[in-house]
């Protein structure tokens, strides 16, 4: 984990403030996964509402997206780095990153070609398509080259054509991988047959 840190956004009016970017904290878990609920099944219980974000898997995968035990170990986990935007005290965003070298490391050797996976991506909806979402990718990849990896890679569901859209408009590749839907987690449950994720990849800038 890095240190806290400020990172400002200028999306509009609504923010008075600069919004606080820090490492989630054990004390943030219930609010991450109301968040992560609300923003990838529709609503705070994994119960599909009229509340929907752009990365909502309504219709594609039923049930809660992810639960505090699970989140807290996640965030635990020495290859981790999970991170929070919080508006005053409300948690409104969140991303992790992965990182995929053979070591835990907080810090990769310069010349260990590494890749990092960025993931748990959630703006909640209030927030969205006001460039947040954007500027946590960035910033996430920016991070990432720090920490020299070289390549980010992410997985999207493959029904998600305007969110692969998304990915590739920043630069992001799709590649011939594909996994089948993780039925093994405690991530859902999937209504399509077949239900798969592909493999996106970008190369990052060296720091």
Same mark, same amino acid.
């Given at each position: 984990?890095?240190?806290?840190?400020?990172?400002?956004?200028? +999306?509009?009016?609504?923010?008075?403030?600069?919004?606080?970017?820090?490492?989630? *904290?054990?004390?943030?878990?219930?609010?991450? $996964?109301?968040?992560?609920?609300? $923003?990838?099944?529709?609503?705070?219980?994994?119960?599909?509402?009229?509340?929907?974000?752009?990365?909502?898997?309504?219709?594609?995968?039923?049930?809660?997206?992810?639960?505090?035990? %699970?989140?807290?170990?996640?965030?635990?986990?020495?290859?981790?780095?999970?991170? $929070?935007?919080?508006?005053?005290?409300?948690?409104? *965003?969140?991303?992790?990153?992965?990182?995929?070298?053979?070591?835990?490391? *907080?810090?990769?050797?310069?010349?260990?070609?590494?890749? $990092?996976?960025?993931?748990?991506?959630?703006?909640? +909806?209030?927030?969205?398509?006001?460039?947040?979402?954007?500027?946590?990718?960035?910033?996430?990849?920016?991070?990432?080259?720090?920490?020299?990896?070289?390549?980010?890679?992410?997985?999207?569901?493959? +029904?998600?054509?305007?969110l692969i859209a998304y990915y590739?408009?920043?630069?992001?590749? &799709?590649?011939?991988?594909?996994?089948?839907?993780?039925?093994? &987690?405690?991530?859902?449950?999937?209504?399509? %047959?077949?239900?798969?994720?592909?493999?996106?990849?970008?190369?990052?800038?060296?720091?």
């Open positions: 984990m890095n240190d806290t840190m400020n990172y400002t956004v200028m +999306p509009d009016s609504s923010f008075l403030h600069p919004l606080l970017l820090q490492p989630s *904290a054990d004390a943030d878990v219930p609010a991450l $996964c109301a968040l992560m609920n609300l $923003c990838y099944r529709g609503s705070e219980d994994g119960t599909e509402t009229q509340l929907q974000g752009w990365t909502s898997e309504v219709g594609l995968v039923a049930g809660q997206r992810i639960q505090p035990d %699970d989140l807290l170990a996640f965030i635990h986990r020495a290859d981790v780095n999970f991170f $929070c935007i919080k508006n005053n005290a409300d948690i409104i *965003a969140c991303f992790s990153l992965i990182l995929k070298n053979e070591s835990t490391a *907080a810090s990769i050797p310069a010349d260990n070609q590494s890749r $990092c996976e960025f993931g748990s991506f959630a703006v909640h +909806p209030h927030y969205q398509a006001q460039g947040l979402g954007k500027q946590l990718l960035s910033w996430g990849e920016t991070f990432a080259s720090d920490l020299n990896c070289t390549t980010m890679q992410m997985q999207v569901l493959a +029904p998600r054509e305007d590739q408009r920043r630069g992001y590749q &799709l590649t011939p991988s594909r996994a089948p839907f993780p039925k093994q &987690l405690a991530v859902g449950t999937p209504l399509q %047959d077949a239900l798969s994720l592909v493999l996106m990849e970008k190369t990052l800038p060296a720091s």
